[in-house]
């Protein structure tokens, strides 16, 4: 895998990484069908070059960080892979996920998380969702603790507008890093990212690879991956984010070897500027 680099929790990584949300089960509820594909999965992604894999501890929940100990935890740590995780939901059951934001609970997060993934910091800690019933500023105020004390060495938002991300600024918090939906068929975040653009904030995309209609056949996407050979509209809408900003850092997720491999080659593709500006203009 050949692609740029993006500074993420004080390490050089690799842009294109790995979300490891699809190594759980159904509803991303309780263990992976096939525990040793999983685990397979995660060594193949490092052994390919991803140097930046990206979890949660409600993916599970705690199933995901667990199978990244088990799969990649050298006794010591993570080497030169950076693993990013998150906090801030609960879960009760397949597809539930409601935020709690209390500074108690973000502590208990954290506190596990450091203990599940078996590392004394985390490289960045991500609030996953800011709870509408907890007062910002207890949030906030919390989890500015957690850098003060070295908890985590770097924090991001998910799932936020400008105006929180300046908000969480505001609040005295460095922000490393917002993970959103965006895609080249849903730009919904567009000026998300065009404000990290602007103040060099990793802007990480999830559900990447969703190009919706444009991916038909016959569509952009077709067109354009006929044009390479062979390449999967997948791959294209990969390379379309990495061609997008230097900010971008996708994370498809899969639970297959063969899927993420395909995956990965996306960072060999070369869009041109016609295809580039071809795409964008299609969403």
């Not at 300046?166 to 567009?190: C, D, H």
């Amino acid at each position: 895998m050949t692609t740029s680099t993006i500074d993420i929790g004080g390490k050089t990584v690799n842009r294109l990484g790995y979300g490891a949300m699809r190594i759980t089960g159904d509803g991303v509820w309780g263990p992976p069908k096939d525990h040793d594909e999983a685990v397979r999965v995660l060594r193949r992604a490092v052994e390919l070059g991803v140097t930046f894999i990206d979890t949660a501890d409600s993916y599970g929940p705690y199933v995901s960080e667990d199978l990244i100990k088990e799969a990649l935890h050298d006794g010591t740590g993570y080497g030169d892979v950076v693993i990013a995780t998150k906090g801030g939901l609960t879960r009760s059951g397949p597809n539930v996920w409601p935020p709690l934001g209390r500074p108690e609970y973000l502590r208990q997060c954290i506190l596990m998380s450091l203990r599940r993934l078996g590392v004394e910091q985390i490289d960045l800690w991500q609030l996953h969702r800011i709870d509408p019933n907890t007062p910002r500023e207890e949030t906030f105020g919390e989890i500015k603790k957690f850098l003060d004390e070295g908890l985590t060495k770097q924090f991001g938002l998910s799932e936020v507008s400008v105006e929180d991300i300046e908000s969480a600024q505001a609040a005295g918090l460095p922000i490393a890093s917002v993970q959103n939906l965006y895609n080249v068929g849903n730009r919904s975040a567009e000026d998300v990212v065009d404000y990290c653009d602007a103040h060099g904030i990793v802007f990480i995309p999830w559900f990447p690879v969703n190009a919706g209609k444009l991916a038909n056949p016959g569509g952009p996407l077709d067109e354009v991956a006929k044009q390479h050979g062979g390449a999967t509209t997948s791959q294209l809408a990969l390379a379309w984010l990495l061609r997008r900003s230097p900010v971008i850092a996708p994370i498809p997720g899969t639970s297959s070897v063969a899927h993420l491999e395909e995956n990965l080659k996306a960072a060999d593709l070369a869009l041109s500027d016609d295809e580039f500006q071809t795409l964008s203009d299609a969403a």
